[in-house]
């Protein structure tokens, strides 16, 4: 198990990406959270298999439709175990 920390720059933010991340990562199968952030970033960490996780990554540096991603940062780390379901965090 991995983790996958994102964080993603652009026009993130009232589009919908946050409910994209969530969809997306439930159907892969992957524990976490995503949020926005005040400085107009959405972030996001995902815990799973390598290869789930990598799906996450390249569906986000896609977005939905709706969105403009400009960069996503990425840091990989061993997973923890202590996240369940995928959650929108306030």
Known sequence: MERLHATVHGDVQGV??????QRKARDLGLAGW????A???VELVAEGARDKLEDLRRAVEDGPRTAQV??????WS???????GFDLSW
């Open 39 to 41: 400085d107009g970033t």
């Open 70 to 75: 400009d960069r996503v940062d990425v840091q």
């Open 16 to 21: 919908g990406f946050r409910y994209f991340v």
């Open 34 to 37: 995503v949020r926005n952030n």
């Open 78 to 84: 061993n997973g923890t175990g202590t996240l369940g």
